[in-house]
T-cell receptor, first 112, second 111 residues
Framework: GQQLNQSPQSMFIQEGEDVSMNCTSS?????WLWYKQDPGEGPVLLIA?????ELTSNGRLTAQFGITRKDSFLNISASIPSDVGIYFC????????????FGQGTILTVHP | NAGVTQTPKFQVLKTGQSMTLQCAQD?????MYWYRQDPGMGLRLIYY?????TTDKGEVPNGYNVSRLNKREFSLRLESAAPSQTSVYFC????WGKGYTFGSGTRLTVV
């Protein structure tokens, strides 16, 4: 099956810094989804991307669907303590509601 | 707005014991899912139900069974728990055009 490789595995940053993480796949994707998981909670959708080259923002978050359709990145600008959590990329086979395949996750720690 | 409700939140089992994890959603979604989350591995799909009356295996179904009791409820059963099933289990539901909603998880330890 398809595999998602997410990097880095973890990040320790100071409040106010920008963050960048990415995800690559072994096959072409039709969707890229980015989720955040707060401690003790389930994942929550941040951004959904459906078209190669698409660049989408959600507040301080920006994500892009790579031109090759095999990668995506997520940027967080001016990080704040509540950005702490695990960030996952995921694929849903072309929709935002089907079976999801997740990357391994990036654990983000923000020091005040 | 309850969304997806999972019970229990925590459970400790002895090897060989059985238990059922309960999940209910109040959003009238057609599709429901069970995932497990292990450190460094993201979430992996155990079973899913595309609509009421249907269930299918996901990536890691061995050792589990599911029941789609009605449109609202989707339960996960461990017939004979093993230490390898120690994990955090998430139920989710989805609907076309409405995206995915996850529950807050059940933390299961098998000793």
């Amino acid at each position: 099956g398809q595999q998602l490789n997410q990097s880095p595995q973890s990040m320790f940053i100071q409040e106010g810094e920008d963050v960048s993480m990415n995800c690559t796949s072994s096959s072409i994707f039709n969707t890229w989804l980015w989720y955040k998981q707060d401690p003790g909670e389930g994942p929550v959708l941040l951004i959904a991307l459906y078209k190669a080259g698409e660049l989408t923002s959600n507040g301080r978050l920006t994500a892009q669907f790579g031109i090759t359709r095999k990668d995506s990145f997520l940027n967080i600008s001016a990080s704040i303590p509540s950005d702490v959590g695990i960030y996952f990329c995921a694929d849903a086979g072309g929709t935002s509601y089907g079976k999801l395949t997740f990357g391994q996750g990036t654990i983000l720690t923000v020091h005040p | 707005n309850a969304g997806v409700t999972q019970t229990p939140k925590f459970q400790v089992l002895k090897t060989g014991q059985s238990m059922t994890l309960q999940c209910a959603q109040d959003m009238n979604h057609n599709s429901m899912y069970w995932y497990r989350q292990d450190p460094g591995m993201g979430l992996r799909l155990i079973y899913y139900s595309a609509s009421e009356g249907t269930t299918d295996k996901g990536e890691v179904p061995n050792g589990y069974n599911v029941s789609r009791l009605n449109k609202r409820e989707f339960s996960l059963r461990l017939e004979s728990a093993a230490p390898s099933q120690t994990s955090v289990y998430f139920c989710a539901s989805s609907e076309w055009g409405k995206g995915y909603t996850f529950g807050s998880g059940t933390r299961l330890t098998v000793v």
